[in-house]
């Protein structure tokens, strides 16, 4: 059985930083492309950075320059380091797994990030 867990949220000044952690098992992790998707309050879920299976990555313009996405695959984990956090930045992190061969995707519970003064 596929997990992703999420660690790493919780409540930051403005300016601050967090690194999120996603952690997989249940499947082989180097084949996944990985992903950050993120939930603010009566918004839709978008799609936050994209690290593939073979290390390269994508991400949202808004978070260009202050994220980076990075995977360890001897870990089985996925990272997103947050810098110079705004109040906007403020919703439920999501990591996806996405099989690169079967196109299969896998949702971790989420963790909050709270970006205010």
């Known amino acids: 059985q596929v997990q992703l867990v999420e660690s790493g949220g919780g409540l930051v000044q403005p300016g601050g930083s967090l690194r999120l952690a996603c952690a997989a098992s249940g499947i082989i992790f180097r084949i996944l492309n990985m992903a950050w998707y993120r939930q603010a309050p009566g918004k839709q879920r978008e799609l936050v950075a994209v690290?593939?299976?073979?290390?390269?990555?994508t991400y949202t313009e808004s978070v260009k320059g202050r994220f980076t996405v990075s995977r360890v695959n001897a870990k089985n984990t996925v990272y997103l380091q947050m810098n110079s956090l705004k109040p906007e930045d403020t919703a439920v992190y999501y990591c996806?797994?996405?099989?690169?061969?079967?196109?299969?995707?896998?949702w971790g519970q989420g963790t909050q990030v709270t970006v205010s003064s």
């Open positions: 690290i593939t299976s073979g290390g390269s990555t």
């Open positions: 996806n797994a996405a099989r690169a061969d079967t196109g299969a995707t896998y």
